[in-house]
């Protein structure tokens, strides 16, 4: 496969990494290579240890990470694979408002005495860095910045800085600003994590996780836990997430500036206590006054705004996040996660004003 060089930008990467040789006759496009084995003695062997569509979507990923890439299942296959790096016991930092899923993995490690968490406000660097001073089993920091859906973030270099001090592994979750707003590797993180399903892939049509990391010794940890563990994406899905992929600058350019636009409009909305919204990005996180009763009817007043979980698709979709069990408390009630497509943003301002200006 033809290497794109770190001179080139990131949509041109976007759109040139992992495709096959420039010569008479090869497609375009990596073919979706459907076997679960291949002819003995080459380098793949079986189709959980590899697979040239997922390897046309790693390259692609690595490229713009500054790293090497590994496909998983879904995002929480990954998260779940790199918990299980942590020695018996060992340590996790992670803010408290990260992903739930990523919180409800980690309360089952720690229920089954395999590690400890500590949950703490990432936004708050010198108390993060206390705690991993405080914690000589520290293992691991976990950062998501963003986060999920309280939109913080997290000064990544500086806390990078004070881990690996102490010894300490740092991890970025980077769905929600992509390699395209922010490059973790760079800022001194050891390893990226992604839900693939959201803005990678970015049609809402495909489940899929992936790491990165830049550290060989790392990689060929996480590669052989990959073979073991077995939560290996189909290549179908690969092959859907390299696509989706090839359009991640244009896509996520127009939501951006739907985002920026309709942050800016919600603020002068009475119905709004509060806009959640980190300056980047296309996901808001508006508090509506009123709480839970006047979330709740905002998402079911529109036509255009799809009230749905997950996020990173062309489609404007939203929900109420306290609405599931396993959100932290520390979340408001009124709290309604918006992920901005790429629509005209008139009409999905039209959409969302008509539903404000109806709570009673
Ligand atoms: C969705 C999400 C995950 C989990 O990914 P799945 O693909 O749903 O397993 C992890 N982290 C963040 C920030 C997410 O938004």
Same mark, same amino acid.
């Given at each position: 496969?033809?290497?794109?060089t770190?001179?080139?930008?990131?949509?041109?990467?976007?759109?040139?990494a992992?495709?096959p040789?420039?010569d008479?006759? &090869?497609p375009? *496009?990596?073919?979706?290579?459907?076997?679960?084995?291949?002819?003995a003695?080459?380098?793949?062997?079986?189709?959980?240890?590899? *697979?040239?569509?997922?390897?046309?979507? %790693? %390259?692609? @990923?690595g490229?713009?990470?500054?790293?090497?890439?590994?496909?998983?299942?879904?995002?929480m296959?990954a998260?779940?694979?790199?918990?299980?790096?942590?020695?018996?016991?060992g340590g996790?930092i992670?803010?408290?408002?990260?992903?739930?899923?990523?919180?409800?993995?980690?309360?089952?490690?720690?229920?089954?005495?395999?590690?400890?968490?500590t949950?703490?406000?990432?936004?708050?660097?010198?108390? !993060?860095?206390?705690?991993?001073?405080?914690?000589?089993d520290?293992?691991m920091?976990?950062?998501e910045s963003?986060? #999920?859906?309280?939109?913080?973030?997290?000064?990544?270099?500086?806390?990078?800085?004070?881990?690996?001090?102490?010894?300490?592994?740092?991890?970025?979750? *980077?769905?929600?600003?992509?390699?395209?707003? &922010?490059?973790?590797?760079?800022?001194?993180?050891?390893?990226v994590?992604h839900?693939?399903?959201?803005y990678i892939?970015?049609?809402?049509?495909?489940?899929?996780?992936?790491i990165?990391t830049?550290?060989?010794?790392?990689?060929?940890?996480?590669?052989?836990?990959?073979?073991l563990?077995?939560?290996?994406?189909?290549?179908?899905?690969a092959? @859907?997430?390299?696509r989706? @992929?090839?359009?991640?600058?244009?896509?996520?350019?127009?939501? &951006?500036? #739907?985002?920026?636009?309709?942050?800016?409009?919600?603020?002068?909305?009475?119905?709004?206590?509060?806009?959640?919204?980190p300056?980047?990005?296309?996901?808001i996180?508006?508090?509506?006054?009123g709480?839970?009763d006047?979330?709740?009817?905002? !998402?079911?007043?529109?036509?255009?705004?799809?009230?749905?979980?997950?996020?990173?698709? !062309?489609?404007?979709?939203?929900?109420?996040?306290?609405?599931?069990?396993? %959100?932290?408390?520390?979340?408001? %009630?009124g709290? !309604?996660?918006?992920?901005?497509?790429?629509?005209?943003?008139?009409?999905?301002?039209?959409?969302?004003?008509q539903? @404000?200006?109806?709570? #009673?």
């Open positions: 496969m033809s290497s794109p770190s001179r080139l930008h990131p949509a041109t990467i976007a759109v040139t992992g495709r040789p420039h008479p006759d &090869q375009l *496009n990596v073919p979706i290579t459907m076997t679960s084995t291949y002819v003695t080459g380098d793949l062997e079986y189709g959980r240890y590899g *697979n040239p569509t997922w390897s046309a979507f %790693e %390259e692609a @990923l490229a713009l990470e500054g790293g090497r890439a590994l496909a998983f299942a879904s995002g296959a998260a779940t694979t790199l918990l299980d790096l942590v020695g018996q016991d996790v992670a803010p408290r408002h990260s992903y739930s899923g990523t919180i409800a993995a980690l309360a089952d490690f720690e229920s089954r005495g395999r590690l400890h968490a949950l703490l406000d990432i936004t708050d660097t010198a108390a !993060v860095i206390d705690a991993m001073e405080a914690d000589e520290c293992a920091l976990w950062l963003p986060t #999920n859906p309280a939109l913080e973030v997290a000064d990544i270099a500086t806390l990078a800085a004070a881990a690996h001090e102490l010894g300490i592994r740092v991890i970025v979750d *980077n769905t929600f600003a992509t390699p395209l707003l &922010q490059q973790p590797l760079s800022l001194g993180a050891d390893i994590v839900s693939a399903t959201k892939s970015g049609h809402s049509d495909v489940l899929m996780g992936a990165v830049a550290d060989d010794d790392v990689y060929a940890a996480l590669k052989g836990r990959r073979d563990m077995g939560a290996v994406p189909g290549p179908f899905e092959w @859907l997430a390299l989706g @992929l090839r359009t991640l600058h244009v896509r996520l350019e127009r939501a &951006q500036a #739907n985002a920026m636009e309709l942050a800016r409009r919600l603020a002068e909305h009475p119905a709004i206590e509060e806009v959640r919204y300056g980047f990005g296309a996901i996180a508006p508090v509506i006054a709480g839970a006047a979330a709740d009817f905002v !998402v079911r007043a529109t036509s255009l705004w799809v009230h749905a979980t997950s996020l990173g698709g !062309v489609e404007s979709t939203f929900e109420r996040r306290r609405r599931w069990k396993l %959100e932290a408390t520390t979340i408001p %009630e709290l !309604v996660r918006l992920s901005v497509g790429i629509e005209d943003v008139d009409d999905l301002w039209e959409d969302l004003r539903a @404000l200006d109806r709570i #009673n």
